[in-house]
């Protein structure tokens, strides 16, 4: 039986894609005012926690501060993803590396009852992504599959090059461009989704598990990476079939680039004075202590009169 498609973009009433852009502008909007609050609560409890003795019976107290901090900040994340507000470090890259690292996790992502497939075609292009980000959405596909195949089956995952002409774009109804791609195909042999759940299925918070067992935002967090790296997603699907998602990324030819390595904060030291800009006060406070920490002078540039920091 032929599986049935869903855009993601577009509904046959064609107003999907107008509620879900709407929907993104307004999680957006509160994701990002949240995560302020975040960065603040967060690296105050984070300083603080390094001034208490672990003996000290305050200690588990400000550590669940943390620890609530960082469970909230994930959540976030997700939302800030979805609305193409997240920050990204884009770079070229080879996806089957990255599919490579993803397959390094199975056990805790997928479990023993569910056969993995991996296949990428030969002389397979480049992208230009964010490898957590791209990574990321192979891990929420994985772990939706896995939930859509209780009994076990088959997770495949699937790399080619593909040229989109004219006709094929409008196969898509315009929504996706003539141009060249790469093809990432994440297809289970599980459930289904039911026809009526097809158009929700990218909306932030919407889940069919029962309560506590998602949040919701696996599949937003995925149509939001798809989008902010300037590709597609559709979605073919049938009850009883499975599913597969199509992930098309735009496709280029140049060589891949080396990860880039984190240089250790703690080894920064120095006596410069240097100026934050940020909207948010709360946020420019703690960077400003950050910085004192390491014996850097901090200003921000939003009329602060506050008197530089000076280090004994």
Same mark, same amino acid.
């Given at each position: =039986?032929?599986?049935?498609?869903?855009?993601?973009?577009? +509904? +046959?009433?064609?107003?999907?894609?107008?509620?879900?852009?709407?929907? /993104?502008?307004?999680?957006?909007?509160?994701?990002?005012?949240?995560?302020?609050?975040? @960065?603040?609560?967060? #690296?105050?409890?984070?300083?603080?926690?390094?001034?208490?003795?672990?003996?000290?019976?305050?200690?588990? /107290?400000?550590?669940?501060?943390?620890?609530?901090?960082? !469970?909230?900040?994930?959540?976030?994340r997700q939302l800030l993803a979805f609305s193409r507000k997240q920050v990204l470090q884009p770079r070229v890259l080879d996806l089957t590396k990255v599919v490579a690292e993803t397959q390094s996790m199975r056990? !805790?992502?997928? #479990?023993?009852?569910?056969?993995?497939?991996?296949?990428?075609?030969?002389?397979?292009?480049?992208?230009?992504?964010?490898?957590?980000?791209?990574?990321?959405?192979?891990?929420?596909?994985?772990?939706?599959?896995?939930?859509? =195949?209780?009994?076990?089956?088959?997770? +495949?995952?699937?790399?080619?090059?593909?040229?989109?002409?004219?006709?094929m774009a409008g196969q898509h109804g315009g929504v996706q461009p003539a141009g060249r791609y790469i093809r990432l195909s994440v297809s289970d042999t599980g459930t289904g989704i039911p026809e009526e759940v097809?158009?929700?299925?990218?909306?932030p918070f919407f889940t069919t598990k029962p309560k506590g067992k998602g949040t919701g935002l696996g599949l937003s967090t995925v149509y939001g990476i798809a989008k902010q790296s300037g590709g597609f997603i559709?979605?073919?699907?049938?009850?009883?079939?499975? @599913?597969?998602?199509?992930?098309?990324?735009?496709? #280029?030819?140049?060589?891949?680039?080396?990860?880039?390595?984190?240089?250790?904060?703690?080894?920064?030291? #120095?006596?410069?004075?240097?100026?934050?800009?940020?909207?948010?006060?709360?946020?420019?406070?703690?960077?400003?202590?950050?910085?004192? =920490?390491?014996?850097?002078? /901090?200003?921000?540039?939003?009329?602060?009169?506050?008197?530089?920091?000076?280090?004994?």
């Open positions: =039986m032929r599986r049935r498609r869903c855009d993601g973009a577009r +509904s +046959s009433s064609g107003r999907c894609w107008l509620k879900l852009e709407a929907v /993104g502008r307004l999680a957006g909007g509160i994701a990002h005012d949240f995560n302020n609050i975040l @960065t603040a609560v967060g #690296g105050h409890a984070a300083l603080l926690l390094d001034e208490i003795p672990p003996a000290s019976p305050l200690r588990p /107290g400000v550590e669940e501060i943390v620890r609530g901090v960082d !469970r909230a900040a994930s959540l976030t056990g !805790r992502l997928i #479990g023993e009852d569910i056969e993995l497939c991996t296949r990428a075609a030969p002389g397979l292009g480049r992208v230009r992504a964010d490898p957590g980000q791209i990574q990321q959405v192979i891990v929420n596909l994985a772990v939706n599959a896995r939930d859509a =195949m209780p009994g076990g089956g088959v997770l +495949s995952i699937e790399l080619d090059n593909v040229d989109i002409d004219e006709s097809k158009p929700h299925i990218f909306e559709w979605v073919y699907s049938e009850p009883g079939q499975g @599913t597969t998602f199509k992930i098309y990324l735009p496709r #280029g030819e140049a060589a891949a680039e080396p990860s880039v390595v984190a240089q250790d904060v703690a080894a920064l030291s #120095g006596d410069e004075t240097i100026l934050l800009e940020k909207d948010e006060p709360a946020v420019s406070a703690i960077a400003r202590l950050n910085l004192h =920490m390491v014996r850097y002078q /901090g200003l921000t540039a939003q009329h602060d009169r506050a008197p530089p920091l000076h280090v004994r």
